[in-house]
Structures are given as structure tokens and as C-alpha cells.
């Protein structure tokens, strides 16, 4: 299983993004998904998730402004980021989990992805 993700940037406050997610070696439309990040010197946080059948939920900080999305015809996921702040700067981590429902917590994810860095300047 490989998941490659890719997008990231640098770019100012207040411009948009979308990460990309490639899945392969997995049956797609069977796992939630799920995109984490983590920031220099701090734990990784759920971002965004993706359940098997397209409901979402986000973290509050993201809420409103990040948009996830799947194509299961074309095995990715995606993070629209819109209204960057530079308190978004992190390395962003795509990951798949066995399971209807995309939680919060990184142990119910099977799979994870290397990691792209964004990076938001004030």
C-alpha cells in the first residue's frame, strides 16, 4: 500500500491550496481517509476526514475554511485549503483506515503517506 501525497507550497496568508493524495494497493472506496498534520515541535492533529461514503468532518481550527474531498474513480483524496494562515504551516500527512468512519485518532488509520510541508508567511 502506498499512499503519495503532493501539493504543498509555500505561499501568504490568506492564498489557497489543495493537497493531493494518491492512493495505490488498497481497495479505495473500502477506507475512510483521513489528513493529519503536524507543525515544528508539536504532536500531530487531525485535519480533515473522509468517511467511505462522503460525509466529512473537520478539526475546528480548519473548520470553514478546508474542504476534503475523494474520487474513488481516480483512488485521491484531496484537502482544498482556502484562507491560509501561518499557523497552517505544518507538514501535511494523508492516511487510510479500514473502516466506515474517518475519526480523529492517528491509531485507527492503517496507512500513512510520507508527507508534504506547508508553509504560510505572514
Known amino acids: 500500500v502506498q499512499l503519495q501525497a503532493s501539493g504543498g507550497g509555500l505561499v501568504q496568508a490568506g492564498d489557497s491550496l489543495r493537497l493531493s493524495c494518491a492512493a495505490s494497493?488498497?481497495?479505495?472506496?473500502?477506507?475512510?481517509m483521513g489528513w493529519f498534520r503536524q507543525a515544528p515541535g508539536k504532536e500531530r492533529e487531525f485535519v480533515a476526514g473522509i468517511n467511505r461514503v462522503i460525509s466529512t468532518h473537520y478539526a475546528d481550527s480548519v473548520e470553514g475554511r478546508f474542504t476534503i474531498s475523494r474520487d474513488n474513480a481516480k483512488n485521491t483524496v484531496y484537502l482544498q485549503m482556502n484562507s491560509l494562515k501561518p499557523e497552517d504551516t505544518a507538514v501535511y500527512f494523508c492516511a487510510a483506515a479500514d473502516r466506515w468512519v474517518a475519526t480523529s485518532r492517528e491509531q485507527d488509520y492503517d496507512y500513512w503517506g510520507q508527507g508534504t510541508q506547508v508553509t504560510v508567511s505572514s
Open positions: 494497493g488498497l481497495t479505495f472506496s473500502s477506507y475512510a
